[in-house]
């Protein structure tokens, strides 16, 4: 049986925790969390009626009601290619660890299950952005680097 398990409303709380984590390790953000109050209805409403949306979380073994661990991922249609004719597609973003839980594999009980929840929803491939610090568990899970620029315009 796994560690990990999927995330429900009740854990939005504890989902943005973690995403702030996150957040700090990779960005100089400041630690701002003003945006909280504002993201947790919406990602409540994700948790529990988004079926192309899953957080995949480890429950804190020395703090009860808090999360230990998550990854989160959510699937996309892109028309379809050789290599993937169905053209679903996993991006993984999210990941955290809290800092007194880590080293103890529960990011990657957490992207197994996620890993397997894209199987099951016929993901032809999942793609993810990697810290220097992240990048070892992502090449053990089979995650290879790929020469694809990416862009972004923000709204």
């Not at 973690?18 to 909280?36: C, E, K, N, P, Y």
């Not at 996309?76 to 679903?88: D, F, K, V």
């Not at 929840?117 to 992502?138: I, K």
């Amino acid at each position: 049986m796994s560690l990990a398990r999927r995330a429900t409303p009740e854990d939005a709380p504890e989902v943005l925790r973690l995403r702030q984590v996150m957040i700090d390790s990779v960005f100089s953000a400041g630690g701002s969390t003003h945006w909280h109050g504002e993201s947790l209805p919406t990602l409540r409403t994700r948790l529990a009626e988004d079926e192309d949306f899953a957080a995949l979380v480890v429950d804190h073994p020395r703090r009860p009601g808090a999360l230990a661990a998550l990854a989160v991922g959510t699937l996309e249609y892109r028309i379809g290619r050789a290599g993937n004719p169905l053209g679903t597609i996993g991006f993984v973003f999210s990941v955290a660890t809290d800092p007194d839980a880590r080293r103890r594999g529960y990011a990657r009980a957490c992207m197994a299950e996620l890993l397997e929840w894209f199987r099951s929803r016929g993901a032809g491939q999942v793609q993810l952005t990697a810290s220097a610090e992240a990048r070892p568990l992502y090449d053990s899970l089979g995650f290879r680097p790929k020469p694809d620029p990416l862009m972004e315009l923000t709204l």
